[in-house]
């Protein structure tokens, strides 16, 4: 894939995303009448979050067909990584959002609601199929292009600051969960965590299970409302983070560049 197919990404994601939210922030009325109140389960916000893997899917079928778009898809099979990065993932993040709450006087583990834990693995279980689906856009297509012409720090923060701004309209969106958050915040933290991301991404070979999972990790139910705590301990992190692996971020060494794999990768694949 060319790397002139940014743009044509940028374009898609915003129109599908903005155009939707758009609607519903500038005709609330009209909206509700036609598609029925908006909220974090409703059809046309599944296609708003979406729109960067639709955008990443179509870009890979134009240029490759749909056997290219499984060589694309087969990057969901990378599931090594080194052992520092998955326990990041796996434990590092949740603690992440634990510490940030009892900073601010809340509770290590979100509270379950009356129905008990049930209604709470369903969130989790939707969560799924929401943010880490994005991840085939920023991860999947636009990271990898961007690398060919810069060093990794400096393409995971203008993702970063894509993937904030792209969340905008949200913030004027009553009946979602970002109608009640602070912009300037949360694009700092776009930032930070795509900054984050970045080197688990080049390290796991330009694995898309990894950045999802991370991904799904940090919209888990279960872990505690913890803003701003948690971006600030995040951003230590980050810049932790980019010490140890300079080498590797402010160079374009070993960073992915790759969108479609010449072949699709075998599940047992080694890390890069």
Do not use: C
């Not at 509270?111 to 008990?116: A, I, S, W």
């Not at 080197?199 to 990894?210: Q, Y």
């Not at 409302?225 to 160079?251: K, S």
Request: net charge positive.
């Amino acid at each position: 894939m060319p790397t002139r197919a940014i743009p044509l990404f940028l374009a898609m994601i915003f129109l599908i995303t903005w155009g939707v939210i758009g609607f519903y922030v500038l005709g609330p009325e009209l909206a509700s009448r036609w598609f029925g109140p908006i909220s974090g389960s409703h059809p046309l916000f599944f296609l708003a979050t979406w729109a960067p893997a639709i955008a990443a899917i179509l870009l890979v079928l134009s240029h490759a067909g749909t056997a290219g778009l499984g060589r694309f898809l087969s990057r969901l099979l990378l599931w090594r990584a080194p052992s520092g990065w998955a326990v990041f993932v796996v434990i590092g993040v949740p603690l992440v959002f634990m510490a940030g709450s009892v900073i601010k006087g809340g509770p290590a583990l979100a509270p379950l609601p009356p129905e008990g834990a049930g209604p709470m693995v369903a969130v989790m279980l939707m969560m799924l199929f929401l943010g880490p689906i994005e991840e085939l856009g920023w991860r999947g297509v636009l990271q990898p292009l961007l690398q060919r012409h810069m060093a990794p720090v400096w393409a995971g923060a203008l993702i970063g600051a894509i993937w904030g701004l792209w969340h905008l309209p949200a913030f004027y969106l009553a009946g979602t969960v970002f109608g009640a958050w602070n912009f300037l915040p949360f694009f700092i933290g776009n930032v930070v965590l795509a900054v984050l991301v970045t080197p688990l991404l080049n390290r796991a070979g330009g694995s898309l299970l990894w950045p999802m999972f991370f991904h799904w990790q940090l919209i888990n139910p279960f872990w505690p409302d913890a803003q701003p705590w948690d971006t600030w301990i995040l951003a230590g992190v980050a810049i932790v983070v980019i010490w140890w692996n300079h080498d590797r971020m402010f160079t374009r060494e070993g960073a992915v560049t790759e969108v479609i794999p010449l072949r699709p990768h075998a599940a047992l694949q080694k890390t890069r």
